[in-house]
């Protein structure tokens, strides 16, 4: 099955920084990459995905990037807030018309202090 | 929309206790999902749904049961409660064309 190793697992920048968090998968086959953000007793909430088709996506201050051939996809978040520190997971999946499992690395905490 | 709900939200059980932790959603999602979370960890899955009457099993089943007898349920069974079930457990569905889970808020269960 997919395996998903996520790195570093805990993260500290200083306000208006960058924050980089590196997931590498073992799947070939997998085809969708999202990234979830969980706050503190919350629900983990999607905050940017990319699909096997596309090599980089960008949504205001978070970009994710993907390398197929060396199976492994980033997080950059620009210009770091407060509001940003929580803990972050990747996740990998192959979604076809009959399955689809989300195979999640092991988070990373990241800390934005003033 | 609901989105994904799920009850209880916190739950004690002592050491062989069973219960069923209840999910419902109201997006005619075909594709549903049981995760658990420990402390400190990423999500595991534990069964998975693909449709009313079709289930099947995760990463992590052992010591679990679901059934999927209409498209919005999903209910979880714990049998047998140990200490090792003691995890965040969160529920979540998928359907159409997207690729997005959509999560409930989660029950906490603690066995003692």
């Known amino acids: 099955g997919e395996n998903v190793e996520q790195h570093p697992s805990t993260l500290s920048v200083q306000e208006g920084d960058s924050a980089v968090i590196k997931c590498t998968y073992s799947?070939?086959?997998?085809?969708?990459f999202p990234w979830y953000k969980q706050e503190l007793g919350k629900r983990p909430q999607l905050i940017i995905d990319?699909?096997?088709?596309?090599g980089e996506k960008k949504d205001q201050r978070i970009a994710v990037t993907l390398n197929k051939t060396a199976k492994h996809f980033s997080l950059h978040i620009t210009e770091t807030q407060p509001e940003d520190s929580a803990v972050y997971f990747c996740?990998?999946?192959?979604?076809?018309?009959?399955?689809?499992?989300?195979?999640f690395g092991t988070g990373t905490r990241l800390q934005v202090t003033l | 929309n609901a989105g994904v709900t799920q009850t209880p939200k916190f739950r004690i059980l002592k050491i062989g206790q069973s219960m069923t932790l209840q999910c419902t959603q109201d997006?005619?999602?075909?594709?549903m999902y049981w995760y658990r979370q420990d402390p400190g960890m990423g999500l595991k899955l534990i069964y998975y749904?693909?449709?009313?009457?079709?289930?099947d099993k995760g990463e992590v089943p052992n010591g679990y049961n679901v059934s999927r007898s209409t498209t919005e349920d999903f209910p979880l069974r714990l049998e047998l409660a140990a200490p090792s079930q003691t995890s965040v457990y969160f529920c979540?569905?998928?359907?159409?064309?997207?690729?997005?889970?959509?999560f409930g808020p989660g029950t906490r269960l603690t066995v003692t």
């Open positions: 996740a990998a999946s192959f979604r076809s018309g009959t399955a689809s499992k989300l195979t």
């Open positions: 799947d070939s086959a997998s085809n969708y």
């Open positions: 990319i699909r096997s088709n596309v």
């Open positions: 997006m005619n999602h075909n594709y």
């Open positions: 749904s693909v449709g009313a009457g079709i289930t």
């Open positions: 979540a569905s998928l359907g159409g064309p997207s690729y997005e889970q959509y």
